[in-house]
T-cell receptor, first 111, second 114 residues
């Protein structure tokens, strides 16, 4: 089955700096890659996603890039704010909405 | 427009007992997936229900079973509970599709096995 690896496990940045989280996947058939933000004790919430026919997608301060050849995708957050502090999960979907999640990145934005 | 709702929110069970968790999908969604999220880890796929049948299953033992009702709501049953079953159980709903579709999570059910 699919294997998704996520790095780093923890990331600490100063407010206003950029944060980058990287994920790799193993199954070249994966075609949909969402990113979720999970605050303590809350549900994972979708923040951005990208499909395999697109190389980059941006939504205000958040962007995702996908390199299908290398089988990796990344989340970029610019101008970080304290409210961006949370755990971020990447995921990959092969078919029928079955998702494989990374192990998570705990982002801490220091004011 | 109601989102994904789950019940109960929290529960404590004893080893060997059985538990049933419930989920109502987002309005208009017909597919329900269940995930287990252990503390400090990413969600792991348990199984998925569509048209009242289990369509896909992850690497979970037969102690984990489920059901989907005609109104698309779903139940997750876990028998012979083990301490390692303690986790957040997340229900996710989506529309059936052969290509990737967005899934929406409920708030989850926190299960503690003692």
């Amino acid at each position: 089955g699919e294997n998704v690896e996520q790095h780093p496990s923890t990331l600490s940045v100063q407010e206003g700096d950029s944060a980058v989280i990287k994920c790799t996947y193993s199954d070249s058939a994966s075609n949909y890659f969402p990113w979720y933000k999970q605050e303590l004790g809350k549900r994972p919430q979708l923040i951005i996603d990208i499909r395999s026919n697109v190389g980059e997608k941006k939504d205000q301060r958040i962007a995702v890039t996908l390199n299908k050849t290398a089988k990796h995708f990344s989340l970029h957050i610019t101008e970080t704010q304290p409210e961006d502090s949370a755990v971020y999960f990447c995921a990959a979907s092969v078919s029928f909405n079955k998702f494989y999640f990374g192990s998570g990145t705990k982002l801490n934005v220091k004011p | 427009d109601a989102g994904v709702t789950q019940s109960p929110t929290h529960l404590i069970k004893t080893r060997g007992q059985q538990v049933t968790l419930r989920c109502s999908p987002k309005s208009g969604h017909d597919t329900v997936s269940w995930y287990q999220q252990a503390l400090g880890q990413g969600p792991q796929f348990i199984f998925q229900y569509y048209e009242e049948e289990e369509r896909q299953r992850g690497n979970f033992p037969d102690r984990f079973s489920g059901h989907q009702f005609p109104n698309y709501s779903s139940e997750l049953n876990v028998n012979a509970l083990l301490l390692g079953d303690s986790a957040l159980y997340l229900c996710a709903s989506s529309l059936a599709s052969t290509t990737g579709n967005t899934i929406y999570f409920g708030e989850g059910s926190w299960l503690t096995v003692v």
